[in-house]
């Protein structure tokens, strides 16, 4: 029965190609511009490390005065951890591993001579940075605890990095020279970019940013590199509020791996008790309850890093897209209705109104598989001009398989909601007065 | 024309009439508030920098310690300035559109954080500067020679400022803010003047009310006002200019690092400022055509077949002594009361629309005068849909009438 409805669901569409064309021009249309769009926000909101993003957490104590106010459009400076605070969760080391860290930009001299001096942007992290997050070395290994403690200057790079200083990647061992220090390199890592950098602080491009080289916290500290995030402080206090081992400046963002549950709920009484101790110890005073721990992808709903332009523009296409559905909708009844005398004669013969109903609707699905294959055309179109944008995000704009496979379900689901009401409005024509009025 | 006898046939197609109605309310809360939002990103895009744009080129390089930026200044100066077409070589902190330097907040008071103004951008400029920038003084005097002065914190203690009027009004509404003092933090500013126009680095961050809160502070060069040059040539030199003067800097300071990002015409860092803004306007512009597109296919649709589907009875009205013209008007007409009660549903749909987007995204409200405007649009589409099933309908012969069908 279904090829039957397919054959004559085909022949009425070649009746009238324009009205058909006009449909799956107006549903493309509609499809192509929502999936464009869905892509955008799907690749935005995706997980960075699906391997281990359940098990990683970003812990936060909340050490701002009362009196304390944030003002207008910054960051808040709470989202950081000061650098006590930070040295406190390392040595307490009640995750499977953990690390703290801070960007920064240096500026690289490459060793081969006639090359210009380049600008290269990294993280100063502990020893746990490698192991946690899965970064994939291509030479050598990350750097012990004991070079943290030590403020050894050591450093991992990227390939990327290593093969534009000394023009290949196996240089462990070789020194490298960043801002004003040299360091001897002992890991290069190949190309890791989870796209958000979700583990970096607020004010980066979290879509374009990719870290060139990896150097040890400890000598960021002692050497009081530039940092490239956040460093708020809130303290008249020099050296606590501007210092980076200072009590009350902000700026190292940390992660901790859990495996279990027992150990998350764990972790929580921790930072809680953690936060109580220190307010006993009047270096906090908002309540111990304001310590909190996001897990990966909380993390990124909570710090929201869709742009509004982004949603105006989603809010957009959908409304476009349910414009188009009014409009088939109204084609569709105008194409069905026309088909009365057809329609009459079928349910004369015996048909009851059911078969009708699914003739019709086969004849809707048939419009919409026509519109996907049109939508995703447009959707590439508008994706490759999403790319060609000056945003953060354009890089990463990519259909991958599960979109695409959605944007045949959208428009086939599009196009039969489409279709209901017209067909239900058809299947309900009186046979006998149809009949008889031609 | 009388309106009852097609109110009476619209009633038998209540499911299309509704239909039609509902597409053009849809399209017409959309185009609204669409042709608003092109209208308010336009607006910011226009926003008046103050400076002579197309004459003005800024050059930066970083990479040198702070103890040589005396020397470096003084090397950089004489080095550009030999370049042939250059009309001035100045110091600057920050140009518009390009990277903000420095962005504090002020008060009216010392020290503290009560009365405050808000955050300002700080424009530092170095003698000439002004005179470079090309802005226009509406009230006080000019920078003097002894006001540049050398920075000892960000900005020179105790400056005599230039602050926009946009700031002026702002920080003093109503009175004369010559000679007025503000604060940041400890640091005492006195304003000597008011320019007409001066756009901080980053418009867009701070809001529609603070586009403009700058403050243009003369500061003599070398500590933190140095690195950042302005360059100002004929604006069809300007382009060459600014490439010999990047090549320059590999021969007069060898040590640094060109910014290439930031070295560019202001012209051209206007347009990379503003690019998602642009494609936001082409976007919206594209939804409004192609959504008006849909709207009319649509009514053409609906029209055709409520012509075909109407043959006889215009056959037969034709035979009892209706004129082309008639027939021509009743489709018409029929339009132009479905549009109507479609046009009446979308003005409360784009007030609806409106509020939302006020929720969510910081809009203000929409204008009455865009909802006449959205209708007169409809009208016209509507009209210019329905002409060519109208005028098939109006060719239907009286015969028809003594045919079946």
């Keep these: ?438 | 024309m009388q309106i009852r006898p097609i109110l009476a046939a619209l009633r038998r197609h209540r499911l299309a009439t509704l239909l039609i109605a509902m597409e053009i309310a849809l399209a017409c809360a959309v185009l609204c508030n669409a042709c608003f939002l092109v209208v308010q990103r336009w607006k910011l895009i226009q926003i008046n920098s103050g400076v002579d744009e197309s004459a003005l080129a800024v050059l930066t390089v970083n990479g040198f310690d702070p103890s040589q930026a005396a020397d470096l200044n003084a090397r950089m100066l004489t080095g550009l300035r030999t370049i042939p077409g250059m009309q001035s070589v100045t110091l600057i902190n920050q140009v518009p559109f390009g990277t903000q330097a420095g962005a504090a907040g002020i008060s009216h008071d010392p020290g503290s954080f009560k009365n405050t103004i808000g955050v300002v951008d700080f424009v530092l400029g170095g003698p000439g500067t002004y005179q470079a920038l090309g802005l226009k003084l509406v009230e006080g005097r000019l920078p003097q020679a002894d006001d540049y002065r050398p920075a000892t914190n960000f900005a020179p203690p105790d400056a005599q400022v230039l602050v926009s009027r946009a700031l002026a009004d702002h920080a003093w509404p109503g009175e004369s803010p010559l000679g007025k003092d503000f604060w940041c933090d400890k640091l005492h500013f006195r304003v000597m003047g008011v320019v007409d126009h001066l756009a901080r680095a980053h418009p867009h961050d701070w809001g529609t009310q603070a586009t403009e809160w700058t403050v243009f502070t003369p500061t003599l060069p070398g500590g933190s006002l140095a690195g950042t040059y302005l360059l100002r040539a004929d604006p069809h030199d300007l382009p060459r200019v600014l490439h010999n003067a990047r090549d320059a800097v590999a021969k007069i300071a060898p040590d640094v690092v060109l910014d290439q990002e930031n070295s560019q015409t202001v012209s051209d860092l206007r347009t990379t400022y503003f690019e998602s803004d642009r494609i936001m306007i082409n976007l919206l512009l594209g939804v409004i055509v192609t959504l008006l597109g849909v709207t009319a296919l649509g009514i053409v649709g609906l029209a055709s077949f409520w012509v075909q589907q109407r043959r006889r009875q215009i056959g037969i009205r034709r035979a009892i002594g209706a004129t082309r013209g008639d027939i021509l008007r009743y489709f018409q007409i029929e339009n132009f009361l479905i549009v109507s009660g479609g046009i009446v549903l979308g003005m409360a749909l784009a007030f609806g629309l409106n509020l939302l987007l006020m929720q969510h995204y910081e809009l203000p409200r929409l204008p009455v005068h865009y909802l006449p405007i959205g209708a007169l649009t409809l009208w016209g589409l509507g009209q210019l849909a329905v002409l060519g099933p109208a005028l098939r309908a109006a060719a239907v012969p009286p015969v028809v009438a003594t045919r079946s069908v």
């Excluded at chain 1, 004991?146 to 450093?155: I, L, N, Q």
């Excluded at chain 1, 500290?221 to 200072?246: C, I, M, Q």
């Excluded at chain 1, 908002?286 to 989603?314: C, I, K, S, Y």
């Excluded at chain 1, 026309?338 to 086969?362: C, T, W």
């Design chain 1, 1 to 438: 029965m279904f090829a039957y409805y397919m054959e004559l669901a085909l022949r009425s569409l070649k009746r009238n190609p324009v009205l058909t064309a006009l449909m799956v021009l107006a549903i493309g249309l509609g499809i192509g511009a929502s999936m464009t769009m869905i892509t955008v926000l799907h690749v935005m909101t995706n997980d960075p490390l699906p391997e281990r993003s359940a098990h990683l957490y970003t812990p936060h104590l909340d050490p701002l005065p009362l009196d304390y106010t944030h003002g207008g459009n910054g960051p808040d400076p709470a989202d950081n951890l000061t650098w006590p605070d930070a040295m406190s969760l390392l040595r307490a080391h009640r995750g499977v591993r953990q690390a703290a860290m801070a960007g920064g930009t240096l500026l690289a001299l490459p060793v081969q001579s006639g090359l210009q001096a380049l600008y290269a942007a990294g993280r100063y992290t502990t020893a746990d940075f490698f192991a946690l997050f899965g970064v994939p070395f291509e030479y050598g290994a990350g750097w012990s605890a004991e070079d943290d403690a030590a403020g050894a200057h050591v450093v991992v790079l990227s390939d990327e990095l290593a093969r534009k200083l000394f023009g290949r990647a196996d240089v462990v061992g070789r020194t490298a020279r960043l801002g004003e220090l040299d360091y001897r390199v002992v890991g290069v890592v190949s190309r890791w970019d989870p796209a958000p950098q979700f583990y970096a602080d607020s004010t980066g491009s979290q879509f374009s940013d990719i870290d060139t080289f990896f150097l040890p916290l400890s000598v960021a500290v002692n050497e009081d590199l530039p940092v490239s995030g956040n460093e708020s402080g809130w303290s008249d206090d020099e050296k606590a509020g501007s210092s980076k081992r200072g009590a009350a400046m902000s700026w190292l963002q940390f992660w901790v791996q859990l495996d279990t549950p027992a150990q998350v709920a764990d972790y929580r009484r921790y930072l809680v008790n953690y936060s109580a101790q220190q307010k006993a110890l009047g270096r906090f005073q908002r309540p111990p309850t304001e310590a909190a721990l996001f897990g990966l992808m909380d993390w990124l709903a909570h710090r929201n890093l869709v742009p509004n332009d982004v949603h105006l523009q989603l809010w957009l296409a959908l409304g476009f897209l349910f414009v188009c559905m009014v409009n088939i909708v109204a084609l569709l009844l105008a194409k069905f209705l026309r088909r009365s005398g057809e329609i009459s004669v079928r349910r004369a013969l015996g048909a009851r109104r059911r078969d009708i109903f699914v003739q019709l609707g086969v004849e809707s699905a048939l419009i919409g598989v026509a519109g996907g294959t049109l939508g995703l055309a447009i959707a590439q179109l508008g994706l490759w001009s999403v790319r060609h944008r000056p945003d953060d995000y354009a890089r990463i704009a990519q259909m991958d398989p599960s979109m695409l496979a959605g944007t045949f379900v959208l428009a086939v689901l599009a196009s039969v909601l489409a279709g209901l009401l017209p067909a239900w409005r058809a299947c309900r024509v009186a046979p006998a007065l149809q009949l008889k009025a031609s």
